[in-house]
């Protein structure tokens, strides 16, 4: 029996020490949790994080971060969630350890402050009082109950409270004066609580828990969004969203889409919104001044129909879920256009019929079969700067080794706006429309052409702009307008420069012309200079991997650096020469009659010749320019439901209260000692507060002044 005891009794000691071991570790985890190191090292990351999401642009398509920083470092930061950094999992469980640890050292201390707000600290002792750093001495010949009164008095107009303490042949005023200051460290961390809380609410949580634990998951199809099912659908019961809706003008909406990094999930809404007209201004500077929506709103319980205004900052608010005008776009303006062919020797032109948003083959226009065109954007006007002094000009870039003599415009690029361009500087260049021309191996690249053309370097020049990727700027080629302000005479000869028949015709007409059959030697020369002439349009019309300025660049470097600068001049005479006699082969051979060859002509024909030269890096087969247009507006109106936006309002009012009263609340507390002495009364008076600051200096400057008066007050009685 006694070992079984001893046994019992060990087992029992063992379960003590295991339990007082839980309970120490759990102590030690509260303890971390609401210190304020763990709440500040968790601020410290939530900064971090709001810079990233501040730097890089978040919730962008993810072939833009693929092409902005590669395959590789994209990789790692679609790892980390960076590209929706403020609903990433990591974010959220930060922010919620930070509610947890902040609510923990409010839980700690809230019932410490508020006692200690309410406690008036009596139990002190004369001897303490006394190893005060700011303490006061006096005697009076007046009695304690006299000088009790009039200390009191004073007390209650210089708005302290007190009370009194009878100790033993003595009495102790007790007195405080700004206890609501620990209201504000609570309301301090109680409004970082709510915010974040507030915060919570209205973030991806609760469409993460649907997708979570209701099956629902995002849509990355095509398709009609009122055929999309339901499992890529979100109630109207979701307590919190943001999404967005483009509405054309005279189209109606009653879904919100919201964007996820795999698809889309559509949100219903209770009601249905039609745009009636889309309204814009623009300064001067071609930015927006003003945009509104008139729109008519249907609820689908009531049927009530009512119209509004929806404006930059003046929101819709219908049944708790605001609409807000977010930005515009084109909503399927109608287009028609006219196709060239960029390659081959063909000058047949073919109409086309586009809408923005919709896309078109190319095949049954130009006889090329690996081609769609995805028509992505119009403008009806673009307001540029065209100082001189700003860069504005455009030019396709080529290949950046050839000879700086032949590649001066190809190096130029339009920029951005003078920062400090007049506004008689900014113009409006017209009509554009912009494209992406995709190959049967899913490659695109996108194109910006100009309807009109526009004076550049005081030529008028058509813009036909091209860009590898969204990332990259856009890079203009020039083509010159001709006599009736259009594309054809360039087309033309371009379509002639690749017809060998028409070079030959082109290379002896020119040596005839140059060369009078009165000549010595005449048809040998004609012959020799036909063949350099011949051989000269060959090199710049080129191949499939070479041609232009390039070409000859390539062909001049055969010869030795001597003579290079002489037989370029040599090489360049013929080829302009030539090129003229091409063009009006190229005229007969419509039966157009010949041009006069005039400068302004031959200025013509030398702008041709470099826009020649830089189509072979434009890259589409071929060059579409803008007839007619009809637009067609759409807004595009973001749709939120932000519960927590009210939480957070509160939240922020508490941080102000908060801050007010840690800031501009001053506590003290103040202790008097009255003691009879036999020749009247001992008054030890000594004051505290949390902060020690000049105001405090003062202020124990001044009452200890006042009471000395009391003091001196009370013998004189």
């Not at 807000?324 to 287009?335: A, I, K, P, W």
């Not at 006069?596 to 826009?611: N, S």
């Not at 020649?612 to 009809?630: C, K, T, W």
């Not at 003290?668 to 000049?694: E, H």
Request: hydrophobic share 40%; aromatic share 10%.
């Amino acid at each position: 029996m006694e070992y079984k005891t001893d046994e019992n009794e060990a087992l029992a000691d063992t379960r003590g020490i295991q339990l007082s071991t839980r309970r120490a570790w759990l102590a030690d985890a509260v303890e971390l949790l609401s210190s304020m190191r763990f709440a500040i090292s968790l601020l410290t990351l939530i900064a971090i994080a709001s810079v990233i999401g501040t730097v890089l642009k978040q919730n962008e398509p993810m072939p833009n971060y693929v092409n902005q920083f590669g395959p590789f470092w994209f990789e790692i930061f679609n790892r980390f969630s960076l590209y929706t950094v403020y609903s990433a999992w990591w974010f959220l469980l930060i922010m919620g350890f930070l509610v947890l640890s902040t609510s923990l050292c409010l839980i700690r201390n809230t019932p410490k402050m508020l006692k200690d707000m309410r406690s008036w600290r009596e139990h002190v002792r004369e001897q303490s009082l006394r190893n005060f750093g700011h303490k006061a001495e006096w005697h009076s010949t007046g009695t304690r109950s006299s000088l009790l009164a009039a200390i009191s008095h004073h007390l209650n107009r210089t708005g302290y409270q007190w009370k009194t303490v009878d100790k033993d042949g003595a009495t102790l005023v007790v007195a405080k004066k700004g206890a609501g200051n620990k209201w504000g460290y609570i309301f301090a961390h109680a409004a970082i609580v709510i915010i974040c809380v507030g915060g919570l609410i209205d973030s991806d949580l609760p469409i993460r828990f649907q997708m979570w634990f209701m099956g629902k998951v995002p849509f990355d199809g095509n398709g009609i969004i009122a055929k999309i099912p339901q499992q890529h659908r979100l109630p109207l019961s979701n307590p919190a969203f943001r999404g967005n809706t483009m509405i054309p003008e005279g189209a109606s909406s009653n879904t919100a889409i919201i964007p996820q990094q795999t698809g889309v999930l559509i949100q219903d809404l209770p009601f249905t919104i039609r745009l009636k007209k889309f309204t814009i201004d623009f300064y001067s500077s071609g930015m927006p001044k003003l945009f509104a929506s008139d729109v008519e709103v249907t609820d689908h319980e009531t049927g009530k129909m009512f119209s509004s205004t929806i404006k930059v900052n003046q929101p819709l608010i219908y049944k708790g879920i605001a609409v807000y005008q977010s930005s515009f776009e084109d909503g399927g303006s109608r287009l028609q256009l006219a196709g060239y062919p960029m390659r081959g020797n063909s000058f047949a032109t073919f109409p086309l019929k586009a809408e923005v948003g919709g896309s078109t083959p190319l095949a049954a226009m130009a006889g090329d079969g690996d081609y769609t065109i995805e028509w992505s954007g119009f403008r009806p006007f673009n307001v540029e700067n065209m100082a001189r002094n700003g860069s504005d000009v455009r030019a396709v870039d080529g290949n950046k080794t050839f000879n700086e003599k032949f590649s001066a415009d190809l190096d130029r690029h339009l920029g951005s706006a003078a920062k400090n361009a007049n506004n008689k500087d900014l113009k409006n260049v017209g009509p554009s429309v912009q494209y992406k021309l995709r190959d049967k191996t899913g490659q695109a690249r996108e194109f910006n052409n100009y309807m009109q053309p526009v004076l550049v370097d005081g030529d008028y020049m058509f813009l036909a702009g091209t860009r590898d990727s969204p990332a990259d700027s856009f890079r203009y080629l020039r083509i010159p307008a001709d006599d009736n302000d259009s594309v054809v005479e360039w087309m033309r000869l371009r379509a002639a420069m690749s017809d060998p028949l028409l070079r030959e015709q082109a290379a002896t007409r020119y040596a005839r012309r140059a060369l009078p059959a009165s000549m010595a030697n005449a048809q040998q020369l004609q012959s020799q200079l036909a063949e350099s002439a011949r051989k000269s349009l060959t090199i710049f019309a080129g191949d499939n991997r070479q041609a232009g300025f390039v070409a000859i660049s390539r062909f001049l470097e055969q010869i030795p650096a001597a003579e290079q600068g002489k037989a370029a001049d040599v090489f360049m005479k013929i080829l302009n020469g030539s090129l003229w006699d091409l063009w009006m082969l190229a005229r007969e051979k419509e039966q157009l009659p010949p041009l006069e060859l005039t400068e302004k002509h031959a200025h013509f024909l030398q702008l041709a010749t470099t826009a020649m030269s830089d189509a072979f890096f434009y890259g589409a087969p071929v060059y579409l320019q803008l007839r007619q247009f009809d637009e067609v507006k759409a807004s595009v109106l973001q749709v939120t439901r932000s519960p927590g936006k009210n939480v957070v309002y509160l939240g922020c009012l508490f941080l102000v209260l908060g801050v007010f009263a840690m800031f501009y609340i001053r506590e003290r507390r103040c202790w008097i000692w009255l003691k009879d002495d036999g020749a009247g009364t001992a008054i030890l008076m000594a004051l505290s507060s949390q902060r020690k600051t000049l105001d405090f200096e003062k202020e124990f400057t001044q009452l200890s002044a006042e009471l000395a008066h009391i003091a001196q007050g009370g013998a004189a009685s």
